[in-house]
């Protein structure tokens, strides 16, 4: 079974930006990746996706402002994160949409002033 670790997460003013990375214990060369973001209270949510071709898509609340992007020599994917706000407050995970891995523990972005 794949394992995911998270790591990039900290604490950020608004607006500022941050990268995350995702590194997997196999191979993510065949599988769509994604990022995933729970906020304290609320269910996990899908924020941007990333095909092997690759195609990627975003969740409208972040279209614009996150760039997810892949190396597959690294079994790595990562999230970029600029012009960030209060609302992206989050435990940020990793994972295959379309094959869902056990999930990793995830790594917290707060955005505050």
């Known amino acids: 079974q794949v394992q995911l670790v998270e790591s990039g997460g900290g604490l950020v003013q608004p607006g500022g930006s941050l990268r995350l990375s995702c590194v997997a214990s196999g191979s993510i060369f065949n599988y769509a990746m994604a990022w995933y973001r729970q906020a304290p209270g609320k269910e996990r949510e899908l924020v941007a996706w990333i095909t092997p071709t690759p195609t990627t898509n975003y969740a409208s609340s972040v279209k614009g402002r996150f760039t997810i992007s892949r190396d597959n020599a690294k079994n790595t994917v990562y999230l970029q994160m600029n012009s960030l706000k209060p609302e992206d407050t989050a435990v940020y995970y990793c994972?295959?949409?379309?094959?869902?891995?056990?999930w990793g523990k995830g790594t917290l972005v707060s955005v505050s002033s």
């Open positions: 994972n295959r949409p379309l094959n869902l891995a056990t």
